[in-house]
């Protein structure tokens, strides 16, 4: 396969996202390309954690990244493309979500359980399988926000105004949001 | 001592083999390029090679389709415009009262007769095909570009205009080029007679004719099936005045739309592994719209592939310069500022070298290059 351009290149120098995104607004393909390369692991891997099913996450990223390609000049710093694509993919995740529960609420889907041995690392200490476990047993039993933020707070660690700024959420708002669901996975480990 | 434990992020296991970033990125890639399609002012139709029999008569707007069984097509159009998409992605879009003949549609080869009207030919780039089409005498060779030709009956001309790219044209049975056109240029000759010329085809199809009838009776009137079969308005180069040729620049094409065109072009070349071409384009660009916003990309582009391709440090230092200067945006520059910074370097120029370096460290004293810069010029 032809590198794509920018990607690297003779001297070392590892071009910036800033330049990728300019030459990808310019109608480059290769920079679209070094592009996805560069940002799929953190896209497929933000919205698998949240999502757990690896075909569901494939569809949601590709999402994502479309919209992301083709509204680059929305983008107001260049540089910033990273955290740009997780709000996109967040927001993607979400809709994905509501969908299915309306898909479920009309019988029309029923969700299938999150292999959690194929999901969680053999190599994981036991604490944290053990944390794993309790936030994606409650995941399914959670609406779409409060499985969002659970998982941006639990699994990805993130602080509580990054996980409003990713969802695009007032701060009393995740914390709301975060709060009901901390308390459903209370629940669930006081009856493991 | 104890490893720190890592976040559980880590441990939720995420296959990103290439194989799965290879089909992903597939599929991405192909519903960008759907999404940047033009769309059709009517429809699309996809003409596949096995049905290249396709007879499109189009009628006040009313639409008849048949697909006789033979080894070519016809297309038609009365008021109302067509695009149609041939199986190598090439689209055309014919205008209004248009006839075109598709003779020969395969893996290498493209050959369109155009009777009488319009066509804008969007041609996707394949460098084993031979495209080409043929209209009164005169015949437009093209590998990838866009363009349109025009045979006016009114108006006795027969015209060609090059929007992308580069075509040849050469007159029906000579092997030299009569002309070749670049981006933006236009090129037109007047027809003799418009007696030698055909007739438009008919407005309207009365929905009572067997439209495989009025098919076959179209196309036995044009050119009888085959690939040796010559359009009408192909038949002879006699039809053309001798009124020499006229060429001229299309109306002025905008500094926006000429820069984009040359960096497009370069960027085509680069992925189709043309990097001279590229380089070409780049250095145009430069020369020509030094005040475009794409000129610092495409001196950061040509620096880039001087300095990587070419071997050409030295030659790489101008435009890099030009890419630091007018380059506002700061990812770039600073990329720019640190191939300049190397390039100072290779040419051991270690003055500018450790001016360009000081430079960098300056305005980017976190940024992404800085080991390697602060090791560049001797380390000094």
Redesign the interface.
């Known amino acids: 396969?032809?590198q794509p351009?920018?990607a690297s290149?003779?001297?070392?120098?590892?071009?910036?996202?800033?330049?990728l995104v300019?030459?990808a607004r310019?109608?480059?393909?290769?920079a679209?390309?070094s592009l996805?390369?560069r940002y799929?692991?953190l896209a497929?891997?933000l919205s698998?954690?949240i999502l757990g099913h690896?075909g569901e996450a494939?569809d949601v990223?590709?999402d994502a990244?479309?919209e992301a390609?083709?509204h680059l000049e929305r983008l107001d710093n260049?540089?910033a493309f990273g955290a740009w694509l997780r709000t996109i993919v967040v927001r993607r995740v979400r809709k994905h979500l509501r969908r299915q529960q309306l898909l479920n609420r009309l019988g029309l889907r029923t969700a299938a359980p999150i292999d959690l041995d194929?999901?969680?690392?053999p190599?994981?200490?036991a604490d944290?399988?053990q944390?794993?476990r309790a936030v994606y047993g409650v995941l399914a039993r959670l609406p779409p926000e409060q499985r969002v933020a659970l998982v941006l707070r639990?699994?990805?660690?993130l602080e509580l105004g990054e996980i409003a700024a990713q969802m695009d959420l007032s701060l009393a708002t995740v914390k709301r949001r975060l709060a009901a669901a901390e308390a459903r996975l209370a629940q669930a480990r006081a009856k493991l | 001592m104890t490893t720190p434990k890592q976040h559980p992020s880590a441990y939720v296991l995420v296959d990103t083999s290439s194989a799965r970033v290879d089909r992903l990125w597939r599929a991405v890639h192909g519903r960008l390029q759907a999404s940047a399609r033009p769309r059709a002012r009517r429809g699309v139709w996809y003409v596949p090679a096995l049905a290249l029999s396709v007879a499109l008569a189009f009628g006040a707007g009313l639409l008849s389709r048949r697909l006789p069984e033979s080894g070519w097509a016809k297309l038609a159009t009365a008021n109302d415009g067509v695009t149609v998409q041939l199986q190598d992605g090439s689209a055309l879009t014919l205008g209004a009262q248009t006839s075109l003949l598709v003779r020969e549609q395969a893996e290498r080869v493209v050959e369109l007769a155009l009777e009488l009207g319009r066509v804008e030919c969007d041609v996707s780039h394949l460098p084993q095909r031979a495209f080409s089409v043929s209209a009164a005498g005169h015949a437009v060779l093209v590998k990838g570009t866009r363009f349109s030709v025009e045979l006016s009956r009114e108006r006795h001309v027969l015209a060609v205009e090059v929007q992308r790219g580069q075509v040849e044209i050469r007159r029906t049975g000579a092997t030299g080029a009569e002309a070749v056109l670049g981006a933006g240029e236009r090129w037109s000759v007047p027809l003799e007679t418009s007696a030698s010329t055909p007739q438009p085809p008919p407005a309207e199809l009365p929905p009572s004719v067997d439209p495989s009838a009025d098919v076959a009776s179209s196309t036995t009137a044009s050119a009888a099936p085959g690939v040796s079969a010559p359009a009408p308005a192909a038949r002879s180069s006699a039809d053309v005045s001798a009124a020499p040729p006229h060429r001229e620049r299309a109306a002025p094409v905008p500094a926006e739309s000429g820069a984009r065109t040359l960096f497009d072009r370069g960027n085509a070349a680069r992925r189709q592994g043309d990097l001279a071409g590229a380089a070409h384009a780049y250095e145009q660009l430069l020369h020509e719209y030094p005040a475009d916003a794409r000129a610092g990309l495409a001196g950061f582009e040509l620096g880039r592939l001087r300095m990587d391709q070419f071997g050409d440090a030295p030659g790489a230092i101008t435009p890099l310069q030009l890419a630091v200067r007018v380059v506002s945006e700061a990812g770039l520059r600073e990329d720019a500022l640190a191939r300049l910074v190397h390039a100072f370097e290779l040419t051991k120029e270690l003055a500018r070298c450790r001016a360009a370096r000081a430079e960098y460290l300056e305005a980017y004293p976190k940024g992404t290059h800085v080991l390697a810069v602060v090791r560049s010029c001797g380390g000094e």
């Open positions: 396969m032809a351009a920018l290149n003779a001297s070392g120098i590892v071009p910036s996202d800033a330049a300019l030459a310019a109608g480059d393909s290769c679209q390309e996805f390369r799929l692991p497929l891997g698998q954690r690896h494939e990223v590709q990244f479309v390609m083709g260049p540089q194929a999901l969680i690392a190599t994981a200490p944290l399988v944390e794993l639990r699994v990805e660690g």
